[in-house]
Structures are given as C-alpha cells and as structure tokens.
C-alpha cells in the first residue's frame, strides 16, 4: 500500500474562526484529511473576526504552540492533523498600516516554522491561501529546497483592494507588492481563485493558467427549512416580524452604514426589523451611529454558534449582500454560499458585468441592485417583502448551491490536481 501524500497547508486564518477565510481553510484541510491525506498546518492564533485572541488560546498566544486536530471521518491511518499556532501582533482597532505590520509580523513567526519544516520529512504539496498575500513567499521556498508542488490559492486580491480602499497611498509601495506577487505567481505550480472575475484580474497580472475553485457549503448542515414563524421567537423577536438579516464580517468595505439609512426610511413599518449579527472592526461605530440616530428598529447580535446557524439564517425574511462598488470582484462575499444553500432570498449589490452580478442574474437567485445606491436598496427592501412569496429566487438559490457549491462535488474536482 503506498504512503499517502503529505500537505502543508500555509495560511493566515484557521478553525475555529466561523466565519471567513479560517472558516474555509479548516474545512479544506478535514476535507483532505478524510480523503487519506497526511495533513500539517502553519496558521495564527483564532482572532478573526473579533480582532483578540478567542478562548481558549488567551493563554500563552505569544509564543509557538502545536495542536492536533482530530477529523470526525477521517482515513483510518489518518488520526489527526498537525496544526502550529504562530504569534502575531493583532490590532484590536485595524487601520491600512495597522493590518500590513499584522500580515508581516505573521510572516515572519510563519516564516520560523517554514524553515524548520525544511528539515522535517517532505510534504509533496504546498497550499499557500492569500492573503496575506506575501505567505506565497513562503511556498515558494519550502518549494525551491524540498521540491514540493505549490498550490496558490487566492481567496482576496489584497493589494488591489488596498490599493482602491486608499489603505495604501504610495504608488512605489504599491507596484512594489504588485512585483512580489508577480514573482509568486510565476513560480507557483498551480493558482487557483474563487471567482472568475478574480481570475481574470489574476491572469492581467501575470499571464498562466488559473483554476476555478470556488468557496463551497455543506449542503447538508445549510437546508432550508419552511417554518420561519417558531425560529423568529426562538430568537427574540415576535412571529409577525419581517426580518431583514445581514450576517458577516462588519467591515468598512460592506458599506454597512447603508443600512441604517435604509432603517431610518422605513421606520414607519413597525413590523420591520433590521438585524446586524457579526463582529469586526466596524461594529462600534455602527452602533455608535444607530444610537445618535435613535433607531430602535435594528437590532445587532453577536456571532452565533455554528450549530444554530442553520436556524438563524432560515430566520431571515430577507437576506442582505452588501460591497461597495470598487470591491466589486476583488472579493466574492463568503456569507452568499450559505444563504444560497438555506434558500435563502438575498438583496445583493453588483456592479454589472461583475462575476457577481452575472452568477446571480443568470440564476435568478436574488435581487441585484448598485452598491452604494441606499435609495435602491431601500426600493428593493420594499419590493421583496410584498412580494417574496411569489418569488422563484428562494428555489433557484438552493438548486444552485446544490449543483456548484456542495462541497462534496468541489472537492471531487480539487483533488485531481493534489493527486
């Protein structure tokens, strides 16, 4: 019988963050691990998206600490996945400078690791997920001296984004970076993104083949279920309550503070509430604006478990997808491959022609409006909630998700090129 392969896996974010990237490299990693694969993985400490250390790892998060991952599933000579937690410094208030001096001082502590795997018995794949998007750096030196096959997999073109968020204003820095990830992008053996607008701006950087491999969801753990009216007062609210739930990251670059707007113009329909349910960086201020605005009709929440999960997101009447218009295909929002699997009936702002916008409009699974356009989201808020009952959207949501985002077929797929 012969030894199954070994995969490194490189990457900023790892479970148990529930949302976002970690969110996906976990998942990717237990996928791979039950598929037979000897796994390891290099990451931080879980902060994101509350940016602090998250119980249990408080205690002694300033120094390395290995951990062993047992998957529920897993091949039989598969017992566990080896993960090394590296420190880093973590801004409890993210700024442009702040997140660069994060993203570097993880690569170096990666960068400490990396080196001592050099030494360690060979992995035959790479897998390196940007951003941060320097950690390709990495991967390609565990790939120039242990002759491994590095997979670049880009989850967020992050200096494009910090480049058109103002995050960085140098125009020297700016093509600096852009050279690095050139270079990344030539040596890596195999790219990958999540959408194919993102690959198109992939392939203007540096002109090679790059595979489409999407953010998935469990199709199982995400169904929808009819009856919303008992989930609604599992929850607090009342049963003739319309909700319209935005659930994710609070960030700047969502444009959240629409919201609010919107709020503010529908307060005179008594039964609408608006429920923010996340953590970020943004929150603060958010509530901040929500209480100088006196708008009792939205209400913010906190994270919820992962097993209440399915519950929540079936809670929703309406599910809100919100970027501003210059982050448009930079990201594809992880928080819609969930929606879509409950059946969920989103708003979602694209900018035409965008990835994005052509997906949803050529499945009829939401509702598109501009981003950054509170007069169209509030029509549309409107609009969806007279007439939802009698919308397809919901149907064609969860077809979709069953089709192209069940991570069982994605993955089928994926591991064709780590065989």
Known sequence: MSKPKRVLLIGGNFSPELTGIGKYNGEMIDMLAKQGYQCSVITSFPYYPHWQVQEPYTKNSMWFRKELRVVPGAASDVQSIEVFRCPHYIPAKPTGLKRMISDFSFCLSAFIKTFQFLFKPKYDFVIVVAPPFQLGLLGVLYQKIRGARLLYHIQDLQIDAARDFNLIRSAFIINLLLKVEKYILKKANI????????????KLKYPREVIFFPNWVDTSLFFPISESIQLKTDFG????????????????KQGLEAILECAKELAHNVNLKFVICGSGPYKEKL???????????????????????????????????????????LVMPSKLTAILSVGGLAIITANKNSSLFDVVDAHKMGVLIEPENAGALVAAI????????????????????EEYLSIEQIFKKFALHLS
């Not at 209480?291 to 097993?307: G, H």
Request: charged share 20%; with cysteine.
């Open 237 to 252: 609210f009342n049963s003739s309550d319309k909700i319209v739930l935005y659930s994710g990251a609070i960030g700047e």
């Open 191 to 202: 790219v990958s993104s999540i959408s194919q607008g993102m690959i198109k701006k992939i």
């Open 382 to 401: 409107d609009h969806t909630l007279v007439n939802n009952h009698s919308n397809d959207a919901n149907r064609n949501a969860r077809l979709y998700a």
């Open 287 to 329: 509530e901040e604006m929500k209480q100088a605005q006196q708008l009792d009709n939205v209400v913010f929440l906190p994270l919820q478990p992962y097993d209440k999960l399915n519950c929540f997101l079936n809670m929703a009447d309406i599910h809100l997808v919100l970027q501003k218009a210059n982050a448009t295909d």
